[in-house]
């Protein structure tokens, strides 16, 4: 299949098409000294669009900012009793929001290319889905995110990264963070941005391949999920 090509200012990091080549793209990972993240998908179809982008309102809308920022209030409300300690700040609200799955203007990145192989990787296609290689997008951002920084993420003019307290053990076991975007209905593009496309027949035999280093459902989802859906896989037929 036909590889996604961004590649400009991250070190050129080839296409995954056999194992070795698995091994070869964490070698240039950790050789590289820039504070690369990575994020990886399913499909190389898909772009860096935050979720809020992918839906439409209740009447068929696209989102404003207006109608985002309402969104967010009635989480807010009725998720009172859950989010009380972070009510204080849109930002912390937000990234519990898009981690339950509300639509949000947050794309979630890792620090942890083994984490973001794994999620490119993860699940099986189901059977009248066109096939796709999946693809990882490594972000050199050039500068260090602010640990201490909080800003309203319905104000800003240019992407920003977020790295959210530790509130969840995912979060953790995945080395999370988030990109907040000012205009989440279009896909970024950056010179910054490269990507890597994993070849479809080669998803089964990585994902085991991970499994061996400890890069499994039960570690990076570390609840009784996580650890039901790791020992379906290891004791069933499933993908």
């Known amino acids: 299949m036909t590889a996604l090509k961004m590649k400009n200012s991250t070190d050129n990091m080839a ?6 080549d698995l091994f070869k793209f964490f070698e240039t990972c950790s050789d590289n000294p820039h504070n690369l993240i990575f994020r990886g998908v399913r499909k190389q179809s898909y772009k860096l669009v935050p979720s809020i982008g992918r839906f439409k309102t209740e009447k068929g809308d696209e989102y404003t900012v207006k109608k985002e920022e309402l969104l967010l209030k009635l989480f807010k409300q009725k998720a009172y009793p859950f989010v ?3 009510i204080n700040s849109k930002l912390e609200l937000l990234s519990i929001a898009q981690h339950h799955g ?3 203007r947050l794309l979630d990145w890792t620090r942890n ?3 973001a192989v794994y999620f490119a990787v993860k699940d099986k296609f189901t059977e009248n889905e ?3 290689d999946s693809v990882i997008y490594t972000f050199n951002p050039k500068v260090k995110t602010d640990l201490d920084s909080d800003f309203n993420p319905f104000e800003i003019k240019t992407i ?9 053990p995912r979060i953790t076991a995945q080395s999370g963070l988030f990109t907040v975007h000012p205009k989440p209905l279009q896909p970024y593009i ?9 070849s479809f027949d080669l998803r089964r035999e990585i994902k085991k391949r ?14 009784l999920d996580g650890i039901s859906s790791h020992v379906k896989w290891l004791r069933t037929n499933i993908f």
């Not at 296409?15 to 070795?20: A, P, R, W």
């Open 84 to 86: 009380k300690e972070h």
């Open 102 to 104: 509300v639509p949000t």
């Open 190 to 198: 950056s010179r910054h941005i490269s990507t890597t496309t994993i």
């Open 210 to 223: 991970l499994n061996r280093f400890g890069m499994h459902e039960a570690n990076l989802f570390p609840d």
């Open 113 to 115: 290319p083994m984490v």
């Open 160 to 168: 920003k990264r977020y790295i959210p307290k530790y509130w969840n």
């Open 15 to 20: 296409d995954i098409n056999e194992i070795k």
């Open 130 to 132: 066109q096939e796709e």
